[in-house]
């Protein structure tokens, strides 16, 4: 890999040679991923409005928060 990413996919039962697979990445990425998919239904952050990268990234943070404070308070 040219940049140094590698692939982690679960090997199948049939596989003679095992690959390298961590379940730790696989389950951060999952995480990640339906962080971004909750992230994006902010129409805002989906369309991205802002030109500058800083009023974008403002916005993704405050989206950010609204998650994590609806998260807060469910647990609650």
Known sequence: ????????????????????????????RNQMERFFKR???????????????ANYLAFVQLASIRLWLRLYQSAS
């Open 1 to 28: 890999m040219k940049k140094g990413a590698w692939a982690n996919i679960p090997p199948k039962c049939k596989r003679n040679d095992p690959i390298c697979f961590s379940p730790y990445l696989y389950r951060a």
């Open 39 to 53: 992230i994006k239904q902010c129409r805002r952050v989906a369309t991205r409005y802002d030109r500058l990268a």
